[in-house]
């Protein structure tokens, strides 16, 4: 008994007690729940709501650490018994930890290039996607949305495009686990970042080569919450909200509709009539003769699609040609929906000593703002860890969510809701009877009728987690071993009724349906040795050592039905006739080793150097394997004695890092064989070459060196960086186009090169910092110039054969350059459409023209800048966000902004179309497009190229906080209301809907900066609360 | 920590040998290249597969044959529909970019390169099959090269100098497995090679193909198809006699014309008077003629070629093959193309007669039957009365009528030396351009006069 005692003693003797208490250094009010460990262990404590604390610090141990969201953490000695700490905002992030692969960092000792966005920052934005959230927030990060379709498809690229066929987006890896792809809409917007404790953006090789053959587009990491020492602390979040457009277009009304088609059938006329002009097939006799055949075709279909004759239900156009329209419709305004928005949180963490727990559910609901498109959320987690005893820590991380898309076709459909602008506006919606109005009233299909009488929904499950152990096998030894999964599984209904233009193609007429399943597993595992430690005090290493093997998954099964015995049936099981069955199953290994030496000498001279190596089973027999390597050099300046003097200048570290990395995603699992498929002709199984296959297919590389400047000025006050990189792709997949004549149009090879180079600013200020009111800016830009600098060696470019888009690809250019005719305007003379003609001159026929760079969708710079200001408990947030230097081709424009190229109904600007000799103008004649017509005129060109640099106000939040006596009043630990705008302001020259565009069916590395009835970028207001307790 | 280290090093062995087999995973869907020509069954399969290459939407599944009829429309056609690249075809304002146009040229040569392969390893298959193997390859690359050259060709055969004129690449043999080789830059044979060409591999073709086959070429259709490729040439003997074979073979198998008009047109299955169809069902094949000729009531798109009076006006009165169009939204529809997912018509026993009818006429023989007896079948079918002493234009006007608008417009215009919208029939407006991609990969490959 006595022994025992004796033991607890000395076990007592050998802790110290620390107390203390920790304040606002604004106002000296108590922060709670700021948490408190120890430095070296995992065990720690948290503050009370007086903001008090106590802990018990083990021998050996002296350092204590506190971290608060929105606080700069601090590191203090506990030299006495009592420590009381005043914490300040977290302006300089110079301490901050930081998460890098496999392991964290402090930010001031990094060597790479990592750019952190809290999740406190991002919180409660009323977007689906978590890279939307992150738009405008960190240099060098471009974000686009495709569309304003809700949860679909958006561009990341980060320091610019390296790859051509492959994907060019990051690798997202949510704790530790790399995201999964879904088959339908985007798959980050599965995730809900409001549980997002930080997003941490890997933008150099050295800190992401160590993801090796995936990462030459930079890796996003993504840590979830966890548990904390303290009281459970609930949080209760609600918002609502509406969607809307961000701009309308403007097209003609009834009167100008047809002013404008009667000009257009002149026009015509007038045309064929030239004596060198068009060819007169139809054999008219004179001016007048033509005169009438176009008026006469023009009355036709204005009886047509005005419903009027035969009657349809219809009203007399005629009256619209005085300006007395008895339908005027803007078509806009059908296939816009009230978009109302809303969301739910609510979250509990707490913990203690040994366990700790974070875990929360959400709800979130967004009506996209085209007729029944929309997106919902609901989702839970539970991130939980034990520390069993002084050597062993587990956990889970376990995300499970549904997620429900109704969609709408692609922006090429006849019946995506976006096409009806091209419907006559003559033509009501609806007839007499409430049914709407179809071909042959409408123009085209009108796709309304694909809402009304179909169902296109998408629901997918994803289960995404891990659990972990974590063993300490020696002093500074611990083994991290993971096993994680990320499984999406997605399930497509659709159901076309009787009217849409797919149920009345099925047999029967009576309607199609499709059932499609989708999943996609992905398992792996991390284990791996991390040693850190001291050598005389002097030396500070750490390394990081192990494997990792991942395997994926690929199913898909998809049956088509057509014709129902009874309208009430929709679905596939309900078919008379089956149509379709498909499916296919797809596996991909990757088995990779890794390891990373940081070491820093006094505290000042920094070295890193990692490695990874990855054999992945999709590649060539003859290059299954590759490593990629990367090191990096700091030199944190302040730290030398003859800086001390240089009062103004807290900080100066100095970085350079060059290393490897690579890009897997270039091509498919089985791509690198050449094969054969079944090719079912009749009633009979044949077999069909399915690829052409290269047995040394490998990944794309890309070695990049990246030099840059870390600083902080006024105790850091002013913290910022500065970067210059350059990165050199080799080995470029390419679907090297070859002749037709050798049975195939393209062909994989990795024979590319492309360079990006760039500079980016960060900085962060503090400009008032009062103990009422506070003001802070976030700035960053930055320009990154794309250049391909080889393709296979003798081709000097891949040119566009496409009438519509003009994307091209060039050595010495921009991928996907604009390389089109340069279109002068309209001939003064006679409305001719005026190109610059090869070899001098200029030409009105497309073919004479000469073709040339007109535009370059990659933007020059790309910025954001932030600014919050507090005053007591107002806060008020401000981020603009801006692309500039870029172009978009509007490939609808050969439609809707054609003279009349034919009766689709045309952009308001078509109205200046030229008249008469003399007129200078850049819309060419106006010329119903009948016979010969002016198919010249509409092919893309730089007609349609328009500058597309845009500014927008971003986010626009204010939000008031309840006074701290109040709360505790009532019992709160916070209580915080809000009203946010996302998208409210967009300053732009580009007249279509909207400049951040790229139309979804034709998007890719090479087809950017496309416009094709793309549904405008949505704009949202959502009001809220956040109730803490 | 040596344990740690022993531990490791065996986690690696482990992981080493388990690794190979892990990086060596086989496509479920797919065969490899390998093994494709190994067995006669796999061969068969890529013959099978190759007939759907041939029914693909941009050869004659079935844009060939509607290029055909916007080219020869002469005012009998309107296209009407939003695309505007068949618009340039109807118009004769074809842009060397027009994808209709590339898809074309690139589908034709996917079954020639299909074929090649065929042909290159009939060793596989066993003897009393070869002969019949044989036969449809080079069944399906006569037909390719037929279209090529007709198509692309710089003018007509019958414009003469055809050993001058440029027609397209030739392609006989296999070539290098990786398709960017230098091989597949060949420059365009002369129209006289390439025809010389369609005619050996049809005249074997025929020899060695039995007359009953499924729905796969027979004696029949190769004989039937190189009266067609004779008759561009107006080589009008050897056409007749190939008809004459035709029919002999045909109706040898209990092969004839159905007894209404209209029974030959949108069918399922393959008539009594089809000698060579594309096969369409709900599964497989596209029919693209249904898409553009037909309307939205039957499921198609919105009616995008209209039938002028100046066709209707050319029917008398009575005639069935009229009855068959349909009305809609002010325009006559043509209604062989009517209904969704049926068969498209490539060859039927109709076009035999009529061929025999016209060379008999023209050189004025009776092979096999004569001219007015020929000329009855049809127009006795459509309700028509006999005529006893028919001219080569009465002939020609029941041809007209009897294939309209089933893809032989422009070829009998060409030949016959028709104007068409105005153009002569060898302006250069008719014929289409080597597609810009082709030339932007192989620039050694020659454009067309009238075109960049």
């Known amino acids: ?1029 | 920590m040596k344990k740690l280290y022993f531990y490791l090093m065996a986690a690696t062995a482990v992981l080493g040998t388990a690794c190979e087999k892990k990086l060596n995973l086989a496509n479920p869907d797919a065969l490899e290249s390998e093994v494709v020509f190994s067995t006669e069954a796999r061969l068969k399969g890529v013959l099978v597969g190759n007939y759907a290459a041939l029914g693909a939407a941009a050869f004659y599944g079935s844009d060939v044959i509607w290029m055909s009829e916007l080219l020869a429309s002469d005012g009998e056609l309107n296209w009407v529909g939003t695309f505007n690249e068949p618009r340039q075809i109807i118009t004769k304002g074809i842009l060397v970019n027009n994808s209709n146009v590339f898809a074309t040229y690139r589908d034709c040569y996917r079954v020639i390169f299909n074929s090649n392969n065929i042909l290159a390893n009939l060793g596989v298959v066993k003897a009393s099959e070869r002969a019949k193997v044989e036969g449809e390859a080079l069944a399906l690359r006569a037909i390719s090269y037929f279209e090529l050259v007709k198509l692309f060709g710089e003018k007509p055969y019958i414009a003469g100098n055809t050993t001058a004129l440029k027609g397209v690449p030739l392609f006989v043999g296999p070539g290098p497995s990786a398709p960017q080789s230098e091989f597949y830059r060949a420059p365009r044979a002369s129209v006289e090679a390439v025809y010389t060409q369609v005619i050996a591999d049809l005249i074997k073709a025929e020899a060695q193909l039995p007359p009953t086959n499924g729905v796969y070429f027979t004696k029949q259709s190769a004989a039937l198809l190189l009266s067609r490729v004779y008759l561009q040439q107006g080589r009008f003997a050897e056409a007749r006699d190939a008809a004459d074979r035709a029919i002999v073979a045909a109706t040898g198998v209990n092969q004839r014309l159905v007894t209404a008009y209209a029974g030959a047109f949108n069918n399922s299955t393959n008539t009594t008077e089809d000698l060579f169809t594309i096969q369409v069902n709900l599964v497989a094949g596209t029919n693209s003629c249904f898409s553009f000729f037909s309307t939205g009531t039957y499921g198609a798109r919105d009616g995008d070629i209209e039938v002028n009076p100046k066709h209707m006006n050319k029917y008398t009165a009575g005639d069935a093959r009229a009855a068959l169009f349909f009305f809609e939204n002010g325009f006559h529809r043509v209604g062989k193309w009517r209904d969704n997912n049926r068969n498209v018509k490539v060859l039927r026993l109709a076009e035999a007669y009529l061929v025999r009818a016209e060379c008999n006429s023209r050189l004025g023989t009776s092979v096999g039957a004569t001219v007015a007896d020929d000329l009855h079948r049809t127009r006795a079918r459509a309700g028509l009365a006999r005529i006893d002493n028919p001219t080569l234009a009465n002939i020609l006007a029941e041809r007209e009528l009897e294939l309209a608008f089933e893809g032989q417009g422009i070829w009998d215009a060409k030949r016959l030396r028709q104007s068409v919208d105005g153009l002569a029939w060898d302006n250069n407006r008719l014929t289409f351009p080597i597609p810009l991609r082709e030339r932007n990969i192989n620039p050694g490959l020659e454009q067309n006069p009238g075109y960049n």
Not at chain 1, 83 to 109: F, Q
Not at chain 1, 963 to 987: C, D, E, H, I, W
């Open chain 1, 1 to 1029: 008994m006595t022994g025992v005692l004796l033991l607890l003693c000395s076990a007592v003797f050998a802790q110290k007690t620390v107390t203390g208490k920790v304040t606002d250094s604004k106002d000296g009010t108590p922060l709670p729940a700021v948490s408190v460990r120890i430095k070296g262990r995992t065990s720690g404590t948290a503050t009370a709501n007086d903001g008090t604390f106590t802990i018990t610090l083990p021998k050996g141990t002296n350092t204590l650490l506190f971290s608060s969201i929105g606080f700069a953490d601090q590191e203090v000695d506990a030299t006495s018994a009592v420590i009381n700490v005043s914490m300040g905002l977290s302006a300089s992030s110079l301490n901050e930890v930081v998460v890098v692969g496999y392991g964290t960092s402090v930010k001031r000792e990094i060597t790479g290039v990592v750019a952190r966005v809290k999740g406190a920052d991002v919180q409660n934005m009323p977007v689906p996607n978590l890279n939307q959230a992150l738009q405008g927030r960190a240099a060098g990060v471009f974000v686009e949305s495709q569309n304003g379709k809700v949860g679909d498809g958006i561009k990341v690229r980060i320091r610019g495009a390296t790859s051509i066929n492959g994907s060019n987006q990051p690798l997202y890896v949510v704790d530790g686990i790399p995201l999964a792809g879904g088959a339908v809409g985007s798959s980050t917007a599965d995730i809900n970042f409001n549980d997002v404790e930080s997003f941490e953006i890997l933008k150099d090789a050295a800190s992401s080569a160590i993801y090796g053959s995936r990462a030459a587009n930079g890796v996003i990491l993504i840590t979830t919450k966890r548990g904390r020492n303290g009281k459970t602390r609930f949080n209760v979040g609600a918002q609502y909200g509406m969607n809307e457009p961000t701009n309308r277009r403007d097209f003609l009304n009834a009167q100008e509709y047809i002013s404008l088609l009667r000009q257009a059938g002149r026009g015509a006329a007038e045309y064929h009539m030239r004596p060198d002009g068009g060819n007169n097939a139809n054999g008219f006799a004179d001016l007048p003769a033509a005169y009438t055949f176009f008026n006469n075709l023009i009355n036709t279909r204005l009886d047509r699609y005005s419903g009027f004759r035969p009657f349809r239900g219809g009203k007399d156009w005629r009256p619209a040609e005085t300006g007395a329209a008895l339908v005027d419709t803007d078509w806009q305004d059908a296939i816009f929906q009230d978009a109302p928005v809303s969301q739910f949180d609510i979250s509990a963490q707490g913990g203690n000593d040994k366990t700790k727990f974070f875990i929360a559910a959400n709800l979130n609901d967004q009506n996209g703002i085209l007729v029944t498109n929309r997106f919902r959320r609901m989702g839970a987690r539970i991130n939980l860890d034990n520390q069993v005893n002084d050597w062993l820590k587990i956990g889970i991380t376990s995300n499970l969510s549904k997620i429900t898309r109704n969609r709408v076709p692609d922006d090429n459909a006849f019946s995506t809701p976006m096409q009806a602008v091209a419907l006559a506006p003559i033509t009501p919606i609806r007839d007499s009877l409430g049914l709407l109005f179809d071909r042959p009233v409408a123009t085209y299909y009108n796709p309304l009728i694909e809402f009304e009488s179909g169902i296109n929904r998408t629901e997918g499950f994803r289960n995404q987690g891990s659990i972990y152990a974590n063993i300490n096998l020696a002093k500074g030894l611990t083994l991290h071993t993971d096993l994680g999964l990320d499984m999406i599984i997605q399930n497509e209904t659709r159901y076309w009724g009787p009217r849409t233009l797919t149920g009345a193609a099925a047999a029967g007429g009576t309607g199609q349906s499709s059932e499609y399943w989708f999943r996609n597993t992905r398992w792996m595992t991390n284990n791996y040795l991390t040693y850190a430690g001291t050598y005389k005090s002097n030396h500070k290493y750490d390394v990081t050592a192990g494997f990792a093997f991942e395997n994926l998954e690929e199913r898909f099964t998809e049956a088509i039905g057509e014709d129902f015995a009874d309208s009430y049936f929709k679905t596939v099981g309900n078919t008379v006739t089956p149509a379709t069955a498909e499916g296919s199953f797809a596996r991909n290994n990757l088995v990779s080793g890794f390891g990373r030496l940081n070491y820093s000498y006094a505290g000042k001279y920094l070295l890193s150097g990692s490695v990874r190596l990855d054999a992945d089973s999709r590649f060539g027999s003859n290059s299954k394997s590759g490593v990629f390597a990367a090191g990096s050099l700091g030199w944190i300046m302040t730290e030398e004695n003859f800086m001390k003097g240089i009062k103004f200048l807290s900080f100066l570290k100095p970085r350079i890092s060059y290393g490897t990395t690579g890009n897997n995603s270039g091509i498919g699992f089985y791509d690198a064989t050449t094969q054969y498929g079944p090719g079912t002709y009749g009633n009979a199984g044949g077999l069909r070459i399915s690829r052409f296959g290269n047995d040394d297919l490998r990944w794309e590389s890309t070695a990049s060196l990246s030099v840059g400047l870390d600083f902080g000025l006024f105790n850091n006050r002013i913290t910022g960086e500065i970067d210059w990189y350059e990165k050199l792709t080799t080995d470029m997949l390419l679907n090297t186009p070859t002749p037709a004549t050798s049975g195939t149009q393209a062909v994989f090879g990795n024979i590319g090169s492309m360079t990006n180079k760039g500079v980016e600013f960060t900085l962060n200020t503090v400009n008032v910092s009062g103990k009422n009111f506070r003001w802070s800016t976030s700035f960053n830009l930055a320009n990154n110039r794309n250049k391909l600098t080889k393709l296979d060696g003798d081709q000097q470019e891949i040119l566009p054969a496409d009438s519509r888009f003009a994307n091209a690809i060039i050595v010495g250019k921009p991928l996907g350059v604009f390389w089109a005719p340069k279109f002068l305007g309209a001939n003064p003379d006679n409305g001719d459409p005026v190109y610059v003609k090869t070899g001098g001159g200029t030409t009105r026929f497309y073919d004479e023209a000469e073709k040339m760079v007109v535009g370059d969708p990659n933007p020059d710079w790309i910025g954001g800048i932030n600014n919050t200001v507090s005053w007591k408990g107002l806060e008020l947030s401000v981020l603009f966000q801006g692309v500039f230097g870029n172009q978009v081709q509007d490939g609808a424009g050969g439609f809707m902004s054609a003279g009349f190229d034919w009766f689709d109904n045309q952009t308001r600007d078509q109205l200046g179309a030229w008249k008469q000799k003399g007129d200078v103008t850049m819309v060419p004649q106006a010329r119903l497009g009948w016979l010969d017509g002016n198919a010249d005129a509409i092919n893309i060109s730089s007609r349609y190229v328009y500058d597309a640099s845009y500014v927008r106000l971003k986010n626009l939040s204010l939000a008031y906080s309840l006074p701290a006596k109040l709360m505790t009043k009532l019992g709160l630990q916070s209580a915080r209301f809000y009203a946010t705008a996302v998208n409210l302001l967009t300053f732009t020259d580009y007249p279509g809907w909207d400049p951040e565009v790229n139309t979804d069916y034709r998007s890719g590395n090479v087809n950017q900066g496309s416009d094709f009835y793309a549904a405008p970028q949505i704009k949202s207001v959502v009001f809220g609360l956040n109730i803490g307790f």
